[in-house]
């Protein structure tokens, strides 16, 4: 049993220094492999009828979704922001009722929506990919320094 809790503080600590070398893009690709994981980890507890995993797991799925939200800059495109916006509202409303009625169905919708977007995401040229990160940083830079 002790090497399972080593292995998780090993696998916090080196997930704590890939997010503190990551750049916006790749933060991002973790948001949406964590939201995945996350969505997996609470169908096998709603399959084991650990209720109480189930219930941390949505949680967690439902902060990713409240980060990812969080990440929308609508004044680049403001219709599909509010899209995209709307869609991860609608996850989260998706998730609630998983959590409330025990359906795997609703987390395979959850799956099912996320997954495009973050394929979409990995396959995001690599200079469009160094552009987009090198404005994000020197828009945190300039917020900072105000």
């Not at 967690?60 to 922001?81: D, F, H, R």
């Not at 998983?98 to 995401?121: F, R, Y």
């Not at 090198?134 to 830079?141: M, N, P, S, T, V």
């Amino acid at each position: 049993m002790a090497y399972g809790r080593y292995m998780k503080a090993y696998r916090k600590t080196d997930l704590e220094a890939e997010i503190s070398v990551a750049d916006p893009h790749r933060l991002t690709q973790m948001m949406f492999e964590g939201l995945i994981d996350r969505l997996a980890q609470a169908k096998g507890a709603i399959e084991r009828k650990d209720f109480e995993t189930k219930a941390e797991k949505i949680s967690k799925a439902v902060g990713i979704i409240n980060g990812l939200q969080a990440t929308i800059k609508k004044e680049y495109n403001p219709e599909v922001g509010q899209r995209l916006y709307e869609l991860y509202d609608h996850m989260k409303y998706k998730l609630a009722d998983a959590s409330a009625t025990l359906s795997i169905e609703a987390i395979d919708e959850v799956i099912a929506l996320i997954q495009p977007i973050k394929e979409a995401w990995d396959n995001i040229p690599n200079d469009v990919k160094d552009k987009i990160n090198a404005q994000i940083l020197e828009e945190q830079k300039d917020s900072k320094g105000r």
